[in-house]
C-alpha cells in the first residue's frame, strides 16, 4: 500500500505560479510512474505529467513549456512546478503512482487561477 498527499494548492491569478507536492508513504519511486492528472468540473481527468523510475517525462500538450515535474528521491516527494498559469488550468490536482496492477491515487489539491 502506498499513501500519496498532496498539497500546495490555492488561488492564483493568471500568469502566476505554484508548486505541488506529493509526498509517498514509502520508497516508490525506483520502480512506480509518479505522475500528475487534473479534473475540471464537468471534465474526465486527465494527464498532466508523468514521470517513470528511470526519469523519462512526459507532458499534455497544454502544459508543455510551462509545467515541470521533478522528484526528490531522499524525500519520497514528487513535485509539479507551475508557472504562467491560466484559467483553464483550474482544477483538482490528483498524484499518482503506478506500477503494473497497483495503482494509488491521493485525495486531491484545488487550484484555482482566476483574477
Known amino acids: 500500500q502506498v499513501q500519496l498527499v498532496e498539497s500546495g494548492g490555492g488561488l492564483v491569478q493568471p500568469g502566476g505560479s505554484l508548486r505541488l507536492s506529493c509526498a509517498a508513504s514509502r520508497t516508490v519511486f525506483n520502480i512506480y510512474t509518479m505522475g500528475w492528472y487534473r479534473q475540471a468540473p464537468g471534465k474526465q481527468r486527465e494527464l498532466v505529467a508523468t514521470?517513470?523510475?528511470?526519469?523519462?517525462?512526459n507532458y499534455a500538450g497544454s502544459v508543455k513549456g510551462r509545467f515541470d515535474i521533478s522528484r526528490d528521491n531522499a524525500k519520497n516527494t514528487v513535485y509539479l512546478q507551475m508557472n504562467s498559469l491560466k484559467p483553464e488550468d483550474t482544477a483538482v490536482y490528483y498524484c499518482?503512482?503506478?506500477?503494473?496492477?497497483?495503482?494509488?491515487w491521493g485525495q486531491g489539491t484545488q487550484v484555482t487561477v482566476s483574477s
Open positions: 499518482n503512482a503506478l506500477h503494473l496492477a497497483y495503482n494509488y
Open positions: 514521470m517513470t523510475s528511470g526519469g523519462s517525462t
